[in-house]
């Protein structure tokens, strides 16, 4: 059951809570993608809780029930403002559930925030995982912000069909497997995501603005991030957002450049972009709680 939280800017977004954990050992901060919400993760969370971990997670700006009237549409500077937002469930996190052990996990949007966030508040957690995320770089970069940019002003908010053609269009003309196949090898999962209005929409000019000014930014100050800072980069192989392995392994290779960190990498075969939700989560499950868990053996 969704409540709604003040953040430090007077807006108000909505929040979940998962707290039936019988033997605590942490708290875990989830961040949702693009064109989706919090209580999808539901499974996922009910599992943390089970292995010792409350959880907490927002509906994004933009999406969700924070603002459900007004789904995709986004404006300059919404990418970090949703940023410090996470910062404020950290803190929100050690205070509610007696905790200074918090992680972060962030799923594809929700991994490029999570992505600037530990460049700007790695102290306040013990660790993040980063899922179905990529190094997002150069000409594509570019392009995609340059047109952006060109649109903001008197287009903030038409749909945004030209980068959608370039991205997820493509990933399921790649994978031929119907419209949305690219985020997963599950039907089931994938028909419920089509039928759900609160994900199958397009996101607006104002929202790619923002996301592009963000990894812009992320890119440039990735070398904050210090070189013991625990961190895992969990992607399936077939997912065309980390660019079927190729980008994962790119962020990896930028994170021990910057900053001489080394990440935990890990590929699944043929796993596609929601692999929290893919036919093999419950491999994916397990391995993520064992990451937190490695996490606070060696803290302790």
Known sequence: MYEYIEMRDGKKVAVMYWEDVSAPRG??????GMCEYIARYDDFCKFLNRNGYYVMGMDDRSFGNTDKDSLGK?????????VDDIKQEVDIAKERFKTDDVFVIGHSYGS???????EKYHADVKGAILCGSALQSGAALAFGSMIANSKYKNHRD??????????????DKKLKDGHNGW???DRDAVAA????????FTCTVGFYKSFFDGIKLLNKERGKVPSDFKLMIASGSADGVGGF???????????????????????????RHEILNELNKGEVYEDFVAFLDDCLQERA
């Open 112 to 118: 490029f925030l999570t992505q600037r966030f530990i």
């Open 158 to 171: 038409d749909l945004g069909k030209i980068f959608e053609k370039f991205t997820f269009v493509g990933y």
């Open 245 to 271: 392995g190729k980008l994962v392994k790119k962020l990896a290779k930028a994170y021990r450049k910057k900053c001489g960190l080394q990440p935990v990498v890990k590929l699944y075969e043929d796993g």
């Open 183 to 185: 985020i997963n090898r």
């Open 193 to 200: 995501y089509n039928a759900d209005p609160m994900c199958n």
């Open 74 to 82: 986004g404006y300059a500077g919404m990418f970090e403002d949703t």
């Open 27 to 32: 708290a875990v901060v989830m961040v949702h």
